[in-house]
């Protein structure tokens, strides 16, 4: 999961930070979090990278809400938590079609209920899409779910095979696993994550992925003949 918390107060956002990286820690999900002062900053470098932003309304310049507003012209899809000290001032999230809300102070039983939806939520986008975006230092790429032979880990970077080159990006496998739709790609591997659609054969060893032979391990190649099965079946349904 990859957040970004919008908000000038240092103190709430670190605290706020806190607070997403343990929930997530208990339910054994990486999470990555992103702390931005200015709200220009933030929209100056958006690439399409986070899941989730979380938006205060009461900063200095461009408020939370204008903020939200130019956020959402740009992506129309990412969910936004609006922020507030204020509780009468929540409402104005839902001029941007906010999915949750949080006012300040907050208990940590609200701060659970709130992240319990948004993780819904999250999910529910991750289901209707059916692209990756890839960001590197110098752009974000969108590669269609279609076009994704497979990704293999390599040190800290995982190197994306598509069908308009290789991309290497910083990450991990785990990190791209939960990023991927588990009907359409499994591990044959710890190293290796397939598009199930572009497997032939499945041998002893190896699977053939188009044209790549990729090395199955004895501890994964049932669960990936399981999924490869059910990925056949579902076609045919």
Do not use: W
Request: glycine share 6%; aromatic share 12%.
């Amino acid at each position: 999961m990859k957040f970004a918390i919008v908000d000038d107060e240092k103190l709430e956002s670190e605290e706020l930070k806190k607070n997403l990286e343990e929930y997530f820690q208990t339910r054994d999900t990486e999470c990555h979090v992103a702390l931005f002062s200015d709200v220009l900053f933030f929209l100056s470098d958006y690439r399409f990278q986070f899941d989730c932003v979380f938006m205060d309304n009461d900063m200095p310049g461009l408020n939370g809400i204008a903020g939200s507003k130019k956020l959402r012209s740009m992506d129309p899809n990412v969910p936004i938590v609006f922020v507030t000290k204020m509780e009468r001032y929540a409402a104005d999230g839902y001029e941007v079609n906010a999915v949750e809300y949080l006012v300040k102070p907050y208990s940590i039983e609200g701060f659970h209920r709130m992240i319990a939806h948004v993780e819904k939520v999250i999910q529910m986008n991750r289901k209707k899409q059916d692209f990756l975006i890839l960001t590197t230092q110098d752009a974000s790429i969108k590669i269609p779910y279609s076009s994704l032979y497979y990704a293999e880990v390599e040190k800290h970077n995982v190197i994306y095979h598509t069908e308009y080159g290789t991309y290497s990006v910083r990450g991990s496998m785990a990190a791209t696993k939960a990023m991927l739709p588990n009907d359409l790609f499994a591990l044959c591997n710890s190293g290796y994550l397939v598009n199930l659609a572009y497997v032939t054969f499945i041998g002893q060893n190896y699977v053939q992925v188009g044209t790549e032979k990729l090395g199955v391990s004895r501890a994964k190649k049932k669960a990936f003949i399981e999924a490869m099965h059910r990925f056949v079946e579902g076609e045919n349904v």
